[in-house]
């Protein structure tokens, strides 16, 4: 029996090794260990492969998130769209702040944000759509950025799962005001712990979200606002710049691998792909890249008929990782659920998605034998062989 891990981190990074070991002793002595040259060399190059004007590295990606709707001005009553389909961080910042998170449905095929949803949400209280391009897919950024202009909203990218996704050939974290990213161990592009990033190509929004980054500070010892400690540390840019080039050819072995479970599986009884129409003929339904584009961060099965954690468990005695990305909608968390917070009585699809998804390994380095261990190990479930 084959042994396959949900992520691991050790090959990706053993390649870079003695890179990491030199970049290490280099800001070591230094002695430059808060800001300096080697943050802003990674935020010009971060910028660069974006296609924005400016990126801030921070401490995380939910301080990403905190920052760039501190920078929108976003505080007490006001109110911001947001999925309940996603991780909690989303919804933690804007209440953080006093906000409002409304809760939106999402597309049961592509697990975005449904914007006709949100059409049906919007209030005069109303000022952020909240985006999340959940698993490495961009979200419908043309049709995004409609929905925003004709509601007169500012667009919040929250990227933490699709740096270097596309839809059209434009960038997540390129088309909102601003966006926000995570470099948490577990993403494409994966640090050695907690940083972000924040994008705007807005010069105004750029200039006080880096005030506001080290405790709305401008000049040195001078405060016109609260601010907040949201560094990046130079350790973790200059780790984070050795394995940005690389960042492509990570997303690229992803597509790969989910190309491979696609064909694999392509005509196995009881699996379909996760398309319109064909919720009710198949066990298993497939996730399925809709821009062409995406990064896959997740490969997130849909497990229908209530057999998603019969599954999980079928999986995992065969050791193979598998995770729920996200068993509670964000609207039933128990922090939000006696808050009273407008939409949760209108999100099917995140209910309903919430009982079904299941991920499945697809970190780049998965070899060969893995992959068709989990591909057989699908059919077999589908097809009724649950030993």
Not at 110 to 127: E, G, M, Q
């Amino acid at each position: 029996m084959i042994t396959v891990p949900l992520l691991d981190l050790g090959p990706q990074n053993r390649a870079l090794e003695a890179q990491f070991e030199a970049a290490f002793r280099d800001v070591l002595r230094s002695n430059q260990f808060i800001m300096g040259p080697r943050l802003e060399a990674f935020e010009k190059d971060c910028a660069a492969f974006l296609g924005v004007k400016h990126a801030l590295g921070v401490s995380s990606g939910t301080d990403a998130l905190l920052l760039a709707l501190m920078a929108l001005d976003i505080g007490e009553g006001d109110e911001v769209l947001i999925p309940s389909f996603t991780f909690f961080a989303t919804a933690g910042s804007v209440a953080r702040l006093g906000a409002v998170p409304v809760w939106v449905d999402v597309d049961p095929h592509h697990f975005n944000i449904d914007l006709a949803d949100a059409a049906r949400k919007v209030s005069p209280r109303t000022r952020v759509i909240m985006p999340v391009h959940l698993f490495g897919q961009s979200c419908d950024l043309v049709a995004l950025q409609a929905f925003a202009s004709a509601h007169r909203l500012r667009i919040l990218e929250d990227a933490a799962q699709s740096m270097g996704a596309r839809w059209q050939g434009r960038s997540t974290m390129s088309v909102g005001d601003l966006g926000a990213t995570s470099f948490f161990p577990s993403k494409n592009l994966g640090g050695m712990g907690d940083s972000g990033l924040v994008t705007t190509s807005d010069d105004a929004l750029a200039d006080r979200a880096r005030i506001l980054r080290v405790h709305g500070m401008q000049p040195k010892y001078y405060h016109r606002e609260i601010g907040a400690n949201f560094r990046m540390d130079p350790l973790q840019a200059a780790l984070l710049h050795l394995k940005l080039p690389h960042l492509p050819e990570y997303n690229c072995a992803r597509a790969g691998n989910a190309n491979f479970y696609h064909a694999a599986l392509k005509g196995k009884p009881g699996i379909a792909e996760n398309r319109p129409g064909v919720e009710a003929a198949a066990k298993i339904l497939l996730p399925v890249d809709f821009s062409g584009q995406g990064i896959w961060n997740q490969f997130t099965l849909r497990v229908t008929g209530g057999r998603r954690d019969a599954l999980k468990a079928f999986l995992t005695a065969r050791k193979i990782g598998c995770e729920i990305y996200y068993p509670i909608p964000l609207h039933r968390q128990e922090c939000f659920a006696s808050a009273g917070y407008r939409g949760g009585d209108s999100v099917p699809v995140s209910e309903l998605l919430s009982a079904e998804v299941l991920s499945i390994p697809i970190f780049p380095e998965l070899a060969p034998d893995q992959r068709q261990w989990v591909a057989d190990s699908l059919a077999d479930f589908a097809a009724g062989k649950t030993e």
